[in-house]
């Protein structure tokens, strides 16, 4: 049973059906509804989606960047480019694709829905669990009541806020960063010609950065926007206005500006951060992704996290399949060290980015040095990674 159907808990109910199991995914939402975002996903995320069988299905949403260009905010100067597109895919063996989250979501709940062994349970929060000799017993709350489910393990893919993770002991609460993040789908027709690329965009300003780039091959564009904020309302989103976040960008160079501008809507939330949990399984209950090791959207790798535990973590159960707790024990142990380094540097990466003053100009010195293909390199122990 596997507790969230966000992009980690449906990877990994698919790893589980591949490895030879049946999965239930418990969501607690009554309806899964499409987030309005976009989703970067490094081959060491890709690999394993073509591995599920997911290539077919993706090819007509995603987009294959061919650079990674980093620029200056006040003035639209260039700092650095990494060339990426087909050599992503002859350097790590996997290409480096951008998708719209929901067409990411929908490929994932299709593949699911379309196996036997697989089955997806919306309306139905956990609030409890009980470990016995047979596995677990899990306790949901329906629109109409209670409801037990039964199986031989538990998976809490349930987020940042884990109720399992809490139920596990560790209830060590999530702290605001003092950052939201606002994000915008517009359609490719209406952002300036040069945004329609496939490029990845970075503007590096002060107490702030955007990035954007086009999904849904090509026909939208996603835009984050991250700035210093006091507003914490805990929660995935909630709506934002559009004078708001344009005042905030206010000073920046005319190109950035132009494109926010093209954005009707956007949808902002706060940015919370936990320490990863101090154990991540007890018994055949474990986390997965943001449950065990929240993971900040710096570096463009929560998903791909969550992604790669669901790859190593059905691997590990199918090699001890009537052992659940000594599986989830090797899964923690394969896993937690790599979580780590991902979460300390993604933390990095976002003081990194709102520097400002005479710290700013040695960052875009620094950067501006590196070559395209030496700033690639940095990156080849994350990118380059592959399930064991």
Known sequence: ????????????????????FRAA???????????GAGIQLSPNATRILIDLGLAERLAPAVVAPQEIRVLR?????EIVRATIGPGAAFRYGAPYWVVHRGDLQAALLERLQASPDGALHLGRRVEDFAV???????????????????????????????????????????????????????????????FREPITWLWLGREAHLVHYPVRAGAAVNIVAIIRDDWQSPGWSEPGGSADILARFSRWAAEPRALMATADSWA??????????????????????????????????????????????????????DQPPLAFETYEGM????????????????????????AALARNIALKRLSGEKLLTRYDWLYDWRPD
């Open 1 to 20: 049973m596997i507790a969230g159907a966000g992009i980690g808990g449906l990877a990994c109910a698919l790893a589980l059906i591949r490895r030879g």
């Open 25 to 35: 995914v418990l969501e607690q939402a009554e309806a899964l509804e499409p987030v």
């Open 73 to 77: 905010s006040h003035n639209a100067r």
């Open 132 to 194: 016995h000799a047979h596995g677990v017993t899990v306790e949901t709350r329906t629109p109409v009541g209670t409801r037990d489910e039964h199986g031989i393990a538990l998976i809490g893919a349930d987020g940042l806020w884990s109720r399992i993770r809490g139920r596990l002991g560790d209830d060590t609460p999530a702290k605001f960063c003092g950052r939201t993040a606002w994000r915008a789908t517009v359609s490719a027709d209406l952002v300036p010609v040069e």
């Open 268 to 321: 902002k939330w706060a940015l919370f951060d936990r320490p990863a949990s101090r154990t991540w399984s007890a018994g055949p209950v474990t986390l997965l992704g943001d449950a065990a090791h929240p993971i900040l959207p710096f570096l463009a790798q929560g998903g791909a996290m969550a992604i790669e535990d669901a790859a190593v973590l059905a691997d590990c159960l199918a090699r001890s399949p």
């Open 335 to 358: 896993r937690r060290s790599r979580t780590l380094r991902v979460a300390r540097e993604s933390r990095n990466n976002g003081w990194v980015y709102h520097l400002s003053g005479p």
